[in-house]
Nanobody
Framework: QVQLVESGGGLAQPGGSLRLSCAAS????????MNWVRQAPGKGLEWVSG????????YYADSVKGRFTISRDNVNNMLYLQMNNLKPEDSAMYYC?????????RGRGTQVTVSE
């Protein structure tokens, strides 16, 4: 079955950086559009970024455009999110999802907290 395991979250200061990783298994990763989504406390799931199956096309929510970079490694079945210039409003649980703009998490997520 599909397994997605997120890692790399933590505490960062405003303006800082974090790199999230997602290890995928149980499906043919290289054939799937992949996404990062997030959920802040008390709020719904928010789509953050997506990347096409081959990695050629990337998409971002306006709130993260220019600060976050999504990438993937189809040899090792890994998805990444480089987050720069972090803001307090980026604090959330981050999940990776499979499928075009899917906001249905399968994993436990990784917590990102941006605070002084």
């Amino acid at each position: 079955q599909v397994q997605l395991v997120e890692s790399g979250g933590g505490l960062a200061q405003p303006g800082g950086s974090l790199r999230l990783s997602c290890a995928a298994s149980g499906f043919t990763f290289r054939l799937y559009f992949m996404n990062w989504v997030r959920q802040a406390p008390g709020k719904g799931l928010e789509w953050v970024s997506g990347i096409s199956a081959g990695g050629q096309n990337t998409y971002y929510a306006d709130s993260v455009k220019g600060r976050f970079t999504i990438s993937r490694d189809n040899v090792n079945n890994m998805l990444y999110l480089q987050m720069n210039n972090l803001k307090p409003e980026d604090s959330a649980m981050y999940y990776c999802t499979e499928g075009f703009r899917s906001t249905t998490p399968r994993g436990r997520g990784t917590q990102v907290t941006v605070s002084e």
